[in-house]
């Protein structure tokens, strides 16, 4: 029964696991960041090459299912339709997926990379580091962090929906695995841990971003008094907006997340070097597209430096720790969807729109570095929050433009908090589809919780890396949810066939 639903060993185990992980992250900060340092140097430096071999595996099968013969069968009944309107459910995956990430990045990763190139005879700060710069952002983020996405979000529609299976991970993988309680209970259980820690550094990062964005606003102190405040707000905001559900609140929020984007996205895009961020998108897309191949299966064994690893592999381990939070939450919301309408859009549509954001934004402090002498490349080394801001004052209606930015970034940590808290209750509930209000207040209530006191103990970044750990073992089990789908898929294709062959 739902009202039962934290008797469930995965609800019990977990919240015990993450207790125990926020102590000692907030009473031995230091010792903790350093473990968890090593444990993930450990995993993409001697598997690095495996995150990037795993990730083009993803694309390759996905493009695969969409163009093939599997493309056409719904995530759900054969009759069944779309849930959600286009524009709210690419609001709704784009929000989830990486909204706040990408407000955040649109401008510091181009200039990192411009300041900072990926390629060591490379020299910095010249029109062919920009170049470089804008291309490899276009690949950071593209479809490859959203193929790890659209794998788990696949696997667990198509059962959720059209096998009435358990919306879980374990679910995802029996097909090649079989049914084993314990095995199923552990997977769900590190599913939970890792999406927990991950949502709540993630909400504390954001909350240290808008206090700074209020600070050089308006002179608010950026003290942890300030980050409590706005860490409370943000609760009582997608606590209100999870009590409503999915189809007011979280729709809500979706379509204004994806409204906000556009205003600020056009206004960028009028008010600075329009023909520029044209052209370099336009030439960043040409680049992303010749050198797919080659950044997808970049290393650097005869030399070369740490970049790959401090960049690529870093948001692959990121993208595969969050994979079974965003992916599952994709998946609720694609209800009645083709295979291929599902891959194409979770594929296509969102990468394109953070390519658009990168081109316009990053594209705007590039032009304004190389030929106005601003120096934002050296203002975002020194503090990488501050890019964004810095590139709104060199264009009109900069504290307007500022404001709408932290209320974008307020209203995309909300909406994650949101689904996070939904996905977190239905992973507890032995994948309901509703799970029980009283565990998604639990679950809302223990996120914010957990930044707060990271927040005032300053272990946020520790915990972080700690998340970033469970990517090696997820790896795994999304090479095991491939084999699951191809699996599922050829035995419902040859029932079909048959059950056809008999009619006729």
Known sequence: MKKKAYHNPVFFVSTIIVGLLVIIGAVFPEGFGKVAQALFDFTTINFGWFYLLAVFVFIMVLLGLAIGKFGKLRLGPSNSRPEYSFFTWIGMLFSTGFGSGLVFWGVAEPMSHFFETPFPGLDAQTPEAARVAMGYAFFNWGISQWSVFAIVGLVIAY???????????????????????????????????????????????GIMQMNGGLTSIFNIPNTIWVQIIIAGVMLITYLSSSVTGLNKGMKWLSNINLSLCLLLLLFV????PTVFILESFVLGIGDYLTNFVQYSLRMTPYGGGEWVHQWTIFYWAWAISWSPFVGAFIARVSRGRTIREFIFGVLVVPPAIACLWIAVFGG???FSDLNNGTQIAEAVNGDIAVALFETFGTLPLSTITSLLAILLIFTFLVTSADSATYILGSMTSKGSINPAMITKIIWGVLITAISVVLLLAGGLEALQTAALISALPFAVILLVMVAAILKLLKKDVKSKEKVDKENK
């Open 364 to 366: 705007t402090s590039l």
């Open 159 to 205: 059962i959720q929906f059209r096998k009435d299976g358990k919306g879980l991970i374990s679910t995802a993988i029996e097909p090649v695995v079989g049914k084993n309680r314990g095995i199923a209970n552990t997977i769900d259980s590190f599913a939970v841990i890792a999406t927990v820690m991950g949502v709540a550094t993630s909400l504390g990062l």
């Open 269 to 272: 895009f009028f008010a600075g």
